[in-house]
């Protein structure tokens, strides 16, 4: 009995520590969600899928961090937006589609914040505006434009307080 006292908080805890599939079910056939758990921690590729089994959003977990690149979907198949994550701050380029395929908006981050250039389309797929961002801030002159393309107005921003 003292040797079973001592053994189960052993193998509690090696059980703890390994590596587990994780899932759940939508319905008796469908995966809703599946990954693995270290510690119970996220620690793997991750995907999440709609109730026909197509994904909604595919990403990796590193020590419960979204890390690289994350994909995620509309229910018609078309990617809904691209980027990538480091230690749980979007990161570099991120894309974004409307529904109908065409490009939505497109921006860079930079430790989570939007940076630099960014630009929204409208779903027919003309330029609707653009500008820069600074510190996660609109910054300088931001242009706009109707969903016929033709030139709508131009603001002025410094460090997100409207100037003009």
């Known amino acids: 009995m003292k040797t079973l006292l001592t053994l189960l908080p052993m193998a509690l ?10 899932s759940a079910m939508i319905n008796e056939t469908t995966i809703e969600y599946e990954g693995f758990l270290t510690n119970r921690i996220a620690d793997s590729t991750w995907r999440w899928n709609f109730e026909d089994g197509s994904p909604r959003v ?16 509309w229910e018609n198949g078309n990617m809904k937006a691209e980027g990538n994550f480091s230690d749980n701050h979007q990161e570099g380029l991120w894309t974004w589609w409307h529904e109908n395929g065409k490009k939505y908006k497109q921006g860079t981050y930079e430790n989570g914040r939007k940076t630099g250039e960014w630009t929204v389309w409208w779903n027919n797929g003309t330029k609707g505006e653009s500008g820069q961002y600074k510190e996660g801030k609109w910054h300088g002159i931001w242009t706009y434009w109707n969903p016929d393309g033709k030139f709508d107005r131009e603001e002025t921003w410094n460090n997100g307080n409207f100037v003009r």
């Open 13 to 22: 805890l090696w059980m703890s520590c390994e590596k587990r599939p994780t």
């Open 58 to 73: 595919t990403g990796e977990y590193v020590n419960g961090s979204q890390e690289g690149p994350w994909i995620y979907y």
